[in-house]
């Protein structure tokens, strides 16, 4: 994290562990997690991906259509290894003729060096830029209406972006929500002006709103586990099936194709006030065994004293099973609803 910028929000009220904001002093005004709030998002870390060969560069490493993006249009995108599973899953948008990559921290310096084995002779210049460009998350209504009135007319449909003078703003799956990047001289004024209506909070906030959005972030524990699919990750515009080969495409593509899924992505509430980490497994028992069935993609508590989770579980079981948390004797896992159908993506490839 940029030291001014940690800095500033120390002063703010910041409680910080190992780099994450997890917290403020005044916390308890997150009543809860559908109301306005602003997080700081320095637990991504920002790579940078520019030279005359960039796009080309790019398209044969990346699940999506790189040549799709432009200083208006961002993209969910993945990493996969020769075996078609993700290393890591991110947004990218651009900026004049350089492309931003945000990627969990923990994975950032991993990637770096993947993609630097891959430039050989072409044109291409990258690195981690995560102190040039920093990063907060702002949710809720009456924030996308001050946060309009700041700057000017935002995007309109999900991962569109807004070029303003000192910020880039990109709409994000879900109701109001936004992800604002700005230099370190500029990001305080935007978070003082924007504080006037939001409520600051921890970091969990924002993954938790991702688990409602249903959508997955990879991390260290989970990366190289699961195909994109697995993850949902076609459904929220983060695969392209017409574009040229990339590392792991056959894998993906004949899945897509002449495969059917037998895993999918779930949210779902866990009876618990404990937080399961990432690659956790969720269990069935039957008369005959316990076997698994499922892992944690993500999980976060709610404010209802329970926990709201993303897990990849097998279909069958998904629909039919009584699902535990690690054992038979572990929590209570009940599946809900996600914000877009996995039927009709079924059907579509039926």
């Known amino acids: 994290?940029?030291?001014?910028?940690?800095?500033?929000?120390?002063?703010?009220?910041?409680?910080?562990?190992?780099g994450r904001v997890v917290d403020f002093n005044d916390s308890d005004k997150v009543a809860d997690q559908l109301c306005d709030i602003i997080c700081d998002l320095s637990h991504y870390a920002l790579l940078a991906v520019q030279g005359d060969d960039?796009?080309?560069?790019?398209?044969?490493?990346?699940?999506?259509?790189?040549t799709k993006i432009?200083?208006?249009?961002?993209?969910?995108?993945?990493y996969c290894n020769n075996k078609g599973r993700m290393l890591a899953n991110f947004r990218v948008f651009r900026n004049d003729g350089t492309y931003f990559i945000s990627v969990p921290q923990e994975l950032a310096e991993a990637m770096l060096i993947k993609l630097q084995q891959y430039v050989l002779r072409s044109q291409v210049m990258m690195g981690n830029v995560?102190?040039?460009?920093l990063r907060i998350g702002i949710n809720g209504k009456k924030s996308e209406k001050a946060l309009s009135e700041y700057l000017g007319a935002l995007p309109i449909n999900t991962d569109e972006?807004?070029?303003?003078?000192?910020?880039?703003?990109i709409r994000c799956a879900g109701e109001h929500r936004f992800e604002l990047y700005a230099t370190p001289e500029t990001m305080p004024t935007h978070w003082q002006t924007l504080t006037e209506t939001a409520t600051p909070a921890g970091a969990s906030e924002w993954e938790l709103l991702n688990i409602r959005a249903g959508i997955p972030v990879i991390t260290a524990i989970t990366s190289e586990a699961f195909v994109p699919q697995m993850a949902n990750m076609e459904l929220i515009n983060g695969v392209s099936f017409n574009k040229g080969c990339y590392t792991g495409q056959e894998i993906v593509a004949r899945m897509h194709y002449l495969g059917k899924l037998k895993k999918r992505m779930y949210r779902i509430s866990i009876d618990s006030t404990m937080l399961p980490s990432a690659g956790t497994k969720i269990s069935e028992s039957s008369?005959?065994?316990?076997?698994d069935v499922g892992t944690i993609v993500s999980a976060q508590l709610a404010k209802n004293g329970m926990v709201e989770a993303l897990a990849v579980i097998q279909n069958k079981n998904a629909k039919e099973g009584k699902l535990k948390l690690g054992s038979p004797d572990g929590a209570d896992v009940t599946v809900l609803e996600l914000p877009y159908s996995l039927e009709s993506a079924e059907q579509a490839i039926s």
Do not use: C, K, Y
């Open 54 to 66: 960039a796009v080309t560069f790019l398209q044969g490493q990346l699940t999506n259509d790189v």
């Open 130 to 133: 995560s102190d040039a460009l």
């Open 161 to 169: 972006v807004a070029q303003f003078e000192t910020a880039i703003v």
């Open 1 to 18: 994290m940029h030291p001014d910028w940690q800095t500033f929000l120390s002063a703010a009220g910041a409680i910080f562990n190992h």
């Open 70 to 78: 432009d200083n208006q249009h961002s993209q969910l995108n993945a």
């Open 287 to 291: 008369a005959r065994a316990t076997q």
